[in-house]
């Protein structure tokens, strides 16, 4: 007796294709957004190693006397033209007075000689000798010079006292405030330093391999360590020139080389300069923060397509010299 074994036993069952189709579609789509990454990774000029930075105004006496007045406090903002320092001005004071007496005393004694001279000049030769009036006319003269040096004493006098008051130079912020009121101001040494708050700019140190694709114009941006806000900004130059480690000589002058791989070659960064366009009223800029700046390739050229004037740093560059007959 023969049996018959049910319908489809036995047979190999077919696996649905969509689930394979969806993991190849998965998969392609990884590999293109992957390449995609790598590409934007590799071409697009960005860089992690940013740092804000701002113009510095070091405030330095030009006198030296005793501190009497400090009316700014440390990390306050200052405008223009504010009072930082005031110099105990007591000794220019009298600097000034004596300067002025002399210039009266020498003024009183040019106008002597002038009339001395200038009465033996209308004698005769019987009444005054030729000798005689030009002694008298060569003392006007020398009455003259000492009269002018008075004055510029006195001029000297008055820069002087003027100079015991130090005002800002520039809008910024008091930074670092180690003098207080009673310390002695020596002349030429560093007083206070005040952090020009209209400089501010972020250098980005990018790879050399990248500078191809940076010009002047092109838009950047900005993001801080410190803040989740991302600042737009503009190129506005590139760095020409980095330290070169084998230039400098060793004690008996000989020429330091660093030894390198020859499989191995590390990509210089050179600094590129983008100022902010626009600094949101929640972000704080201080000099050596940590930025991130990436660049807008071709940005500077499609701005100039659309019309847009070009950027006056984007200067051309110096025409080359003729060569000689």
């Given at each position: 007796?023969?049996?018959?074994?049910?319908?489809?036993?036995?047979?190999?069952?077919?696996?649905?294709?969509?689930?394979?189709?969806?993991?190849?579609?998965?998969?392609?789509?990884?590999?293109v957004?992957?390449?995609?990454?790598?590409?934007?990774?590799?071409?697009?000029?960005?860089?992690?190693?940013?740092?804000v930075?701002?113009?510095?105004?070091?405030?330095?006496?030009?006198?030296?006397?005793?501190?009497?007045?400090?009316p700014?406090?440390?990390?306050?903002?200052?405008?223009?033209?504010?009072?930082?320092?005031?110099?105990?001005?007591?000794?220019?004071?009298?600097?000034?007075?004596?300067?002025?007496?002399?210039?009266?005393?020498?003024?009183?004694?040019?106008?002597?000689?002038?009339?001395?001279?200038?009465?033996?000049?209308?004698?005769?030769?019987?009444?005054?000798?030729?000798?005689?009036?030009?002694?008298?006319?060569?003392?006007?003269?020398?009455?003259?010079?000492?009269?002018?040096?008075?004055?510029?004493?006195?001029?000297?006098?008055k820069?002087?006292?003027?100079?015991?008051?130090?005002?800002?130079?520039?809008?910024?912020y008091?930074?670092?405030?180690?003098?207080?009121?009673?310390?002695?101001?020596?002349s030429g040494?560093r007083?206070?330093?005040?952090?020009?708050?209209?400089?501010?700019?972020?250098d980005?140190?990018?790879?050399?391999s990248?500078?191809?694709?940076?010009?002047?114009?092109?838009?950047?941006?900005?993001?801080?360590?410190?803040?989740?806000?991302?600042?737009?900004?503009?190129?506005?130059?590139?760095?020409?020139?980095?330290?070169?480690?084998?230039?400098?000589?060793?004690?008996?002058?000989?020429?330091?080389?660093?030894?390198?791989?020859?499989?191995?070659?590390?990509?210089?960064?050179?600094?590129?300069?983008?100022?902010?366009?626009?600094?949101?009223?929640?972000?704080?800029?201080?000099?050596?923060?940590?930025?991130?700046?990436s660049?807008?390739?071709?940005?500077?050229?499609a701005?100039?397509?659309?019309?847009g004037?070009a950027?006056?740093?984007?200067?051309?560059?110096?025409?080359k010299?003729?060569?000689?007959?």
């Open positions: 007796m023969t049996t018959t074994n049910p319908a489809g036993e036995g047979q190999t069952p077919r696996r649905p294709l969509l689930p394979v189709l969806l993991t190849l579609c998965v998969l392609a789509s990884a590999g957004l992957g390449w995609w990454m790598w590409q934007a990774y590799m071409e697009t000029p960005w860089t992690r190693d940013g740092t930075r701002a113009y510095v105004v070091t405030v330095t006496p030009q006198v030296s006397g005793r501190i009497v007045e400090l700014v406090k440390d990390d306050r903002y200052v405008h223009k033209g504010d009072v930082l320092v005031v110099i105990e001005p007591d000794d220019y004071q009298i600097a000034l007075a004596n300067a002025e007496a002399a210039v009266a005393r020498a003024k009183a004694d040019l106008d002597n000689k002038q009339a001395e001279a200038q009465r033996r000049a209308e004698l005769t030769a019987i009444a005054v000798s030729k000798e005689e009036q030009q002694s008298f006319a060569a003392g006007a003269d020398m009455a003259a010079a000492a009269y002018q040096q008075a004055q510029a004493n006195r001029d000297q006098a820069l002087n006292l003027s100079r015991t008051r130090i005002v800002s130079p520039v809008n910024g008091v930074t670092n405030l180690l003098a207080q009121a009673g310390d002695f101001a020596t040494q007083v206070l330093s005040v952090v020009d708050s209209d400089s501010f700019w972020v980005g140190y990018f790879e050399e990248v500078l191809n694709g940076i010009r002047p114009g092109d838009t950047a941006k900005v993001s801080l360590m410190a803040y989740p806000e991302t600042l737009t900004g503009h190129v506005t130059g590139i760095g020409r020139g980095i330290a070169i480690p084998n230039t400098q000589p060793d004690g008996l002058g000989l020429a330091t080389v660093n030894p390198v791989f020859t499989w191995v070659r590390l990509a210089q960064r050179v600094p590129v300069r983008v100022v902010l366009d626009d600094v949101p009223p929640s972000v704080t800029l201080a000099a050596g923060l940590t930025a991130t700046v660049i807008v390739s071709g940005s500077a050229s701005n100039a397509s659309q019309g004037a950027p006056v740093e984007a200067a051309a560059a110096p025409p010299p003729s060569p000689a007959p």
